[in-house]
């Protein structure tokens, strides 16, 4: 079973490496993303034991684990939603960005950002 999964991974692996090299739009980080979770699934259930896990404890955890992925991506995506570090953003944009990236601008080639 396990030389299966590993199979798999390396099979998942070669198909990321492929699927770079083709332009699929503003899809290709979803498509890199969705086979790394597939990936990331995998070596979770089998090589980490989480399938046969009958502790309501490690359940517990890995429910908590995905919970908080999902939060931090969702902040990550409305983040980038927001466009900080534009400067033609309205100020309450703005000031929403500089709450949560006071100094660094992500998306700006001029550098970090200035209160002026």
């Keep these: 079973m396990y030389f299966g999964i590993w199979a798999t991974l390396l099979v998942c692996t070669y198909l990321t490496y492929k699927l770079a090299f083709i332009e699929l739009g503003r899809f290709n980080a979803a498509v890199a993303l969705g086979i790394a979770t597939f990936k990331a699934t995998l070596v979770a259930l089998f090589f980490m034991h989480v399938w046969h896990a009958r502790e309501k404890l490690t359940k517990l955890v890995v429910i908590a684990a995905l919970f908080f992925l999902l939060l931090l991506l969702g902040l990550t995506m409305w983040t980038m939603r927001l466009g900080c570090g534009?400067?033609?953003?309205?100020?309450?944009?703005?000031?929403?960005?500089?709450?949560?990236?006071?100094?660094?601008?992500?998306?700006?080639?001029?550098?970090?950002?200035?209160?002026?």
């Design 86 to 116: 534009a400067r033609s953003q309205p100020a309450l944009f703005q000031s929403i960005c500089g709450i949560l990236a006071p100094s660094v601008s992500l998306f700006s080639t001029h550098g970090p950002t200035s209160s002026r």
